[in-house]
């Protein structure tokens, strides 16, 4: 059990490719616990794993958002896939913890269905409405390389880099004095 610092954008790990998950191991469940410990450590509503550096098609969702129990496991999705989306949309502002304190409006279904992998290596499919089709297609999102930025035109996007670049300095900073 691991938190593990967050890839913050433009760092490439998040744009490259990701690869299925065939077995759950114990390297797929250290992976899912590690992606729980930096989620909570960041009050996250959800993760994936290139944003840990790592590029298995999973990411999770935090259990009270999924419609669980607040002390219950977040909800892990393997190799997901979007089988349904409705027409209907949503527009609101979209964080990312790779983009902190950057919020983006982002026009999305307002409801979708995902098929995944559990962590008992069964599919299973879950619903998500509001927030959580959001969270779900963000985290998706995340698997196939789309970014946040990939909703903004390029002057914003690169006022986004510019305020991103400086956290970054700032986090290798700490990582050269620790
Ligand atoms: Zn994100």
């Known amino acids: 059990m691991a938190v593990r610092p967050t890839v913050i ?3 490439p790990r998040l744009r490259e490719p990701t690869v299925a998950i065939t077995t759950v191991d114990d390297s797929v469940r250290e992976l899912y616990r590690d992606l729980c410990d930096s989620m909570y450590a960041e009050n996250g509503l959800g993760m994936a794993a290139p944003q840990l550096g790592d590029h298995r098609k999973m990411f999770i969702v935090e259990p009270k958002l999924a419609g669980l129990a607040e002390t219950d496991q977040p909800v892990c999705l393997m190799n997901p896939e979007v089988i349904e989306t409705s027409d209907e949309v949503q527009d609101s502002e979209e964080g990312c913890l790779s983009f902190p304190d950057i919020y983006i409006k982002v026009k999305r279904p307002m409801r979708c269905k995902v098929r995944a992998m559990g962590l008992d290596g069964q599919l299973f499919e879950i619903e998500g409405e509001a927030l959580m089709a959001r ?8 698997l196939t390389g789309k970014l946040l930025v990939d909703f903004v035109g390029p002057l914003k996007r690169s006022m986004i880099k510019k305020k991103l ?11 050269a004095e620790a």
Do not use: I, M, R, T
């Open 135 to 142: 969270c779900l297609l963000h985290e998706n999102d995340h």
């Open 165 to 175: 670049q400086k956290v970054k300095d700032a986090q290798g900073e700490a990582e």
């Open 9 to 11: 954008w433009p760092d």
